[in-house]
């Protein structure tokens, strides 16, 4: 059975840090484009980052670039989201999903397993 797992959210204050954690069961994240999106209340799914199967391309939306960074350990079948000086604005769940593809894209449609998500808060 192909599952993906997202774990490391967590209640912080502006400015801080987080990193978000994604892993697999049944395939492998090295073969496949890895995306991170978000949904926070009232608004759609919003893709944040993404990092292609070579580590060749990374993709950030703009609100988030500078601060957060995404990175893979291929040998421990991880995917990383590390979120820096961290925003109020950056309240939602985080959902990491596996892509249909090699290559990164923003459509949610081209992501075909998702993870349960975990709830990133930022707030004083």
């Known amino acids: 059975q192909l599952q993906v797992v997202e774990s490391g959210g967590g209640l912080v204050q502006p400015g801080g840090s987080l990193r978000l954690s994604c892993t697999a069961s049944g395939f492998g994240l090295a073969y496949f484009a890895i995306g991170w999106f978000r949904q926070a209340p009232g608004k759609e799914r919003e893709g944040v980052s993404c990092?292609?199967?070579?580590?060749?391309?990374?993709y950030y939306v703009d609100s988030v670039k500078g601060r957060f960074t995404i990175s893979r350990d291929n040998a421990q079948n991880m995917v990383y989201l590390q979120m820096n000086n961290l925003k109020p604005e950056d309240t939602a769940v985080y959902y990491c999903?596996?892509?249909?593809?090699?290559?990164?894209?923003?459509?949610?449609?081209?992501?075909?397993?998702w993870g349960q998500g975990t709830q990133v808060t930022v707030s004083s």
């Open positions: 990092i292609s199967r070579s580590d060749a391309t990374t």
């Open positions: 999903a596996k892509g249909m593809y090699y290559y990164c894209s923003g459509s949610p449609y081209e992501y075909d397993y």
